[in-house]
């Protein structure tokens, strides 16, 4: 749990308009593979609700706000983003579940693999036995 963590990103403050950016093996600890993007989300929906074996993630809320839960099979803590030049990182093998979307909002979420079916985890109970054993 301990390696899920806040990384502020560069933010270059502007009268313009500020600027941020994220590059690989220096803001985040791994990698760009993919990234992909979660939009219209209707209010109440819970995205998420999975473990990866292998995939390490970096997600950004673009605009707007949610919620993310985080479980490393023993304890849940969670972390609010709504900001653009902040994201957390997780790590593999640990649950999550993106929440409280906000109108509008854009979560932005950088990946260290392909997609790939064979890496999720989808089901909880089958998570925490991992865990646990
Ligand atoms: P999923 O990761 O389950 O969504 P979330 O975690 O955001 O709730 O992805 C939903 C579906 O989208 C998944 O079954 C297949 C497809 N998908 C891809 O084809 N490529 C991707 O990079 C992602 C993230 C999902």
Redesign the pocket.
């Known amino acids: 749990m301990e390696d899920v963590r806040i990384i502020e990103l560069p933010k270059f403050e502007d009268p313009r308009g500020n600027l941020s950016f994220i590059e690989e093996n220096d803001h985040i600890p791994f990698k760009i593979k993919?990234t992909?993007w979660?939009y219209d989300v209707p209010g109440g929906m819970?995205?998420?609700?999975?473990a990866f074996k292998e995939q390490q993630e970096f997600i950004v809320a673009m605009s707007g706000s949610f919620d993310v839960y985080i479980n490393d099979g023993f304890k849940e803590q969670k972390f609010s983003l709504n900001r653009s030049y902040y994201g957390l990182y997780i790590p593999e093998g640990i649950w999550?579940e993106?929440r409280n979307f906000s109108t509008n909002s854009l979560a932005i979420?950088v990946?260290s693999t392909?997609?790939s079916?064979d890496d999720?985890i989808?089901d909880i109970n089958d998570f925490k036995k991992l865990k646990k054993s």
């Not at 819970?46 to 999975?50: F, I, L, N, S, V």
């Open positions: 993919r992909y979660i819970t995205r998420g609700g999975h999550r993106m979420v990946s392909d997609f079916e999720y989808r």
